[in-house]
Structures are given as C-alpha cells and as structure tokens.
C-alpha cells in the first residue's frame, strides 16, 4: 500500500498527546458511506482531543521509550517539511477509515475516508507528505474526502457505495461493533469468507500445513471484528467473531485456581473437552501430530485424551529453572497413571517411587531435571518442582489471595466464568526472567528494563455466547 500520508496521519496519532473535551473514540460514522459488501473496514479515532488518546498518553508517558518515539516522529516531519502545529493539528479530523474494495493483490485495493477539520490544510498536508515520485489521489465522495493509489479506486468505491446497502445497516457489522468495546482506538471488521479464502491466498503453503485452513462449515466464522481501546490503567485489545454453528462451548470457574499456589507468576486453564473436538476435526491438526510424533518418537495421542476436563499449567520461582506444573482433571486415576507411566519409560528408565502424604509420587530423572508425577483426589499432576506437588496440595496461601493476582483482575474486570483464562504476573515475573539472564550470563540492557518497568500484568480470557465468542486480552500499566 502507498498511502503514505495515511500511514503518517496514524503514526502521528499514535506518538502525539492530546488535550481537549472527552469523545467517544474510533467512531464508525464512514460505514454508513461504506457498502455493506466491503470485506473489510478499519475505523481509527484520529482526534488527538478525544479520551481515547487523552488516556493513550498517559499510559505511554509511563514509557521512557515515547520521547524517543516523539523526537523520531519529529523528525521525520521535519524530513518532510512539516510542523505539527502548523501542519498536521489542523487538518486532522476526527475519524480516517480504512475500506477494502476486496482482498485481492496482498489487500491493496483499499481506499482512506476522513472528514478534514479544515480541507485547504488537509490538502496541504497531503501534498507535503506524499513522497517523492508517488501519486495519491483524492475525491468527494458523500461529503467523506477518499484517498486511494489511483483515481480508479476512488470511481470504483464511488460506484459501489452508490445506492448499494451500506455497512452501518449490515446486521452481522452490527453484532460485531456490539461486541466490542465501545469507546476504542482502533476498531477492525473482516468478513470471514473473505478473509479465510484471502489467507489460503496470502500464506505460503510451505508456512502452514496443508489444509489449515480446510475449516469444517461449523468453524468458519461469519465474521472477525477487533478493538484496542485504552484505559486508565492499561490497554484491552478484544476479537470477537461468529461461527456458523454453535460450538456448544460452556463458561465455567475454575476449580483448580484456589488451589495454585499464592507465588505463582503465570496461570492458565482451560476445558479440554470443549476446544479439543474443534481442533482435532481439521486436517491440519492431524498433520501437525503425526509430524510430532515421528519427531518425539513417542504416540501422544492418548495422552491427549486426558485433557477432555479442565486443565491448569502454572509456573513458579525456583532456582535454577523455575517450576512448571500442569494439573489436570483424571475421572479414571489408574488410566491416566498408566498412561503418564508408559510416557515416561520410553523417555527414561530412571524412575523412583515414593510416598509423600499419603499418596504415591513418581519421579522421572533426566539428568539435569527431575519431572515428578501423581494421581489423588480426580486429579493428575506433573511437575519439575521438586516441592510442587506439596505446594498445590497444602492450606499455604493460595493465588486468588494474592495481591497482584486481585488486582489484575479488578483492573481487566474480568468475569468469574469465561471459556478459559491466562493469567501472568508482569511485575515479579520480568525481574525474575533477568535474573535467570543474568545467571546465564546475559544482560539486560538498563533502557529495556526501564521500558518493562511499568507493565504490571497480563490477562486473557474468552468468553461464548451462543455462536458468537469474544477474547479479551487486557495489559495492566502502573
């Protein structure tokens, strides 16, 4: 794509602190312009005045990191003999949209909309960022100024919005924008025909396996639609999309999280059961496990029956390599212990049994690690840690009491029954990450530590409504 002065608008958006009267951000006002059969469409809030961006500064004045981005920002403008203040701050208006006449050619048959505060300074501004020996060219079209790579576009849009059905009035762009927060930065929208059959396109079938996109009916989403939005104390990004068939996945709360140790610096769960049926029908997925298990020399595929219930992974502090556990529901314990023993034989002959608490722990020797294994009360657990099956098992202090755990939550508002969550402890967790570089003899440089810094956690979750699911990934900054 050559738009350059497009790409400009939004790197200034990005880099430049705004100050003004609260607005809502990324507003869709362009898809009442655009037609309904548009596979794609990108709305970006680009008044620096609005909420959205008085919140984005704040969060990226905690960053070192945005005053290099400022003075490098600057001076490509300067590079390109324009001034802020005198160049950019009056043509921007409060929206550029982003419209895909259709994914062909690598996606460059799109064209820019935007409704300039002052035209005069837009079209000076255009004409003094376009570079040098590229042509961008401009219309009217339904009072929206359009930008695109050649005239042609620019007719082919007019046409196509024409008296055509226009995306505002689409349903299934309704359901999506619905889904989404409402006051964002960014907000995107694909068809999901379009965009399934422009990636068996776009991607190279020697990075995918074949048939990867060989979706069943019941997994080829309607659409995707997605949004980052600030916050005052951090950044959500959130996808939602429709299949066309309910996949029958059911919220639920965890019922190992209460009893993961309080230290634990990462967490994630999830239902086998209900993800496990989706994933192995794709050819893909068949492909990608009989490679593994040539590679491994070992079948895993029964093993992967015993992840039908919920399944917990966590990590914890431990010298020299931290501790890493996973945790899974076990219905029938002398199957999933036969199953976990077979398993370990084939890769070591070195096991040793002993009674911990009344229950019977085996411990798998690797030389440089030790991988200890048990079955009690419905549940499996395998671990490195040499104190880990003792810590899960104890009434110690557990991480729903934790204080960066609580907060996290509270800040991400997420819901107590989701489709699975990942949980991760940004705060404690990087300077532990150093601190293993540094046993290993790599440094930190002193500025990426100073730009970590702030990030305090990391949460993930997904929930399902009927045929439609949303992911919520929220980073806390403090």
């Known amino acids: 794509m050559r738009i350059a002065p497009i790409g400009l608008l939004v790197a200034l958006a990005l880099a430049a602190s705004g100050c003004g009267a609260a607005k809502q951000g990324a507003a869709t006002g362009g898809a009442g312009l655009v037609p309904a059969t548009a596979p794609a469409f990108v709305a970006i809030d680009s008044d620096l005045g609005s909420d959205q961006w008085r919140k984005a500064d704040a969060l990226l004045k905690k960053f070192p990191i945005r005053s290099q981005a400022v003075k490098t920002l600057d001076s490509v403008m300067s590079q390109s003999g324009l001034d802020y203040e005198k160049d950019v701050k009056p043509a921007l208006g409060p929206e550029v949209d982003l419209v895909w006449l259709d994914l062909a050619n690598n996606g460059s048959n799109v064209v820019a909309l935007t409704k300039p505060k002052d035209e005069a300074k837009f079209k000076a501004l255009i004409a003094k960022a376009n570079p040098s020996g590229s042509k961008v060219a401009t219309g009217k079209v339904g009072g929206w100024t359009v930008l695109a790579n050649s005239q042609a576009q620019i007719d082919r849009f007019q046409s196509a919005s024409g008296d055509a059905k226009k995306l505002r009035d689409d349903s299934t762009f309704r359901d999506a ?111 990608g496990l009989r490679q593994f ?81 048990a079955v009690f009360d419905g549940k499996l657990i395998i671990t490195n840690g040499d104190q880990g099956i003792q810590a899960f098992r104890s009434n110690d202090s557990k991480l729903p009491d934790a204080k960066a755990y609580k907060a996290a939550r509270k800040a991400a508002e997420a819901p107590d029954e989701s489709a699975g969550f990942a949980y991760v402890d940004l705060k404690d967790g990087i300077p532990l990450i150093e601190r293993y570089a540094g046993v290993a003899g790599t440094s930190v440089p002193p500025q990426v530590n100073q730009n970590l810094a702030p990030l305090q956690s990391f949460l993930a979750w997904a929930t399902v409504d009927g045929r439609t699911s949303v992911a919520n990934v929220f980073l806390q900054i403090g």
Do not use: C, W
């Not at 059959?197 to 979706?215: I, N, S, W, Y």
């Not at 039908?308 to 945790?327: D, S």
């Not at 314990?333 to 040793?352: C, N």
């Open 177 to 287: 924008m619905a889904r989404l927060p409402s006051d964002a930065v960014v907000k995107a929208y694909a068809k999901g025909t379009s965009l399934v059959d422009a990636l068996t396109q776009v991607v190279p079938a020697t990075t995918m396996p074949r048939g990867a996109f060989d979706m069943p009916s019941a997994q080829r989403p309607d659409y995707v639609a997605a949004a980052l939005a600030a916050q005052s104390d951090g950044l959500r990004f959130a996808v939602a999309y429709r299949l066309q068939q309910d996949p029958k996945i059911a919220p639920y709360k965890s019922t190992f999280v209460g009893q993961v140790p309080g230290d634990a610096l990462v967490f994630l769960t999830f239902r086998g059961g209900d993800q496990l049926a989706q994933v192995q029908s794709n050819p893909a997925y068949q492909q």
């Open 293 to 373: 298990e040539q590679m491994l020399g070992v079948k895993v595929a029964p093993l992967i029956g015993l992840l039908k219930g919920e399944v917990a992974f966590y990590v914890r502090p431990q010298a020299p390599i931290p501790e890493l556990t996973l945790v899974a529901e076990a219905a029938d314990e002398q199957s999933a212990l036969t199953l976990v023993d077979g398993l370990m034989f084939r890769l070591t002959p070195k096991i040793a049994t002993a009674q911990q608490d009344g229950i019977t722990v085996k411990s798998a020797n690797f030389g440089k690690f030790v991988v200890h294994y």
